[in-house]
């Protein structure tokens, strides 16, 4: 039978939000949550089976959504002619990253909580699995101009992991230092010019 108590319903997510804030998951206390809204353990045992189902809870679905939107953006992405996805990089980049920067903004504390305080969950290596469909999509437009016979230079797979990575840590690190949205949003602007005139100068082909 479900809890009937919205009340306690929120203020259990908005104390365990705060409690993981300052503790992150493997530090935070289900008894310091239930202190601080001075109700039993038992009570939040009666919403959440234990502290991952309330971490859960926190970042489940904006965590899924990212990474699902995210996922069919690339596939999107691969189906464009290897052409039409070279000509159209520099705005098909800023298009699909400026969501990608609002979506984490509109749910900052959702992201914070797996960039900063996920250790020992699920969503420990969340960003990694960002960092892997970067590269995937890096690999095969890489296969697809060597396939159509386009003049390219071969970068191997480590190198494209790395810049991928470098590329979400950027991302999250406006996030992990908890900058304000209008002034992540001018790094972010510049992270995506650099990541993506980078690109163009390793894949030695011309921006215009």
Known sequence: MKPTNEKLAADLLEA????????????AS???????????TGAIYRYYADKEALFDAL????????????R?????????????????LPELSRNGQNWIFDYIYDHFDAFRLIACCSAGTTYEHYIDVLVEIETNSGRVLLDRMEEEGLPVR???????????????SGIFETVRHSLPRDRAAR????LREFYAAGWFRLLGISQS
Do not use: C
């Not at 705060?18 to 992150?24: K, N, Q, S, Y």
């Open 16 to 27: 365990g939000k705060r409690e993981f804030l300052a503790h992150g998951f493997q530090g």
């Open 187 to 190: 790094y972010f602007d510049s």
């Open 30 to 40: 289900l008894r310091n949550i239930a202190g601080a809204l001075n109700v039993t």
């Open 72 to 88: 069919k953006a690339q596939q999107g992405f691969a189906a464009l002619p290897v052409r039409e996805q070279l000509s159209g």
């Open 59 to 70: 970042v489940e679905a904006p965590a899924k959504e990212l990474e699902e939107r995210y």
């Open 154 to 168: 071969r970068i191997d797979d480590d190198l494209i992991h790395i810049l991928a990575d470098a590329l979400f």
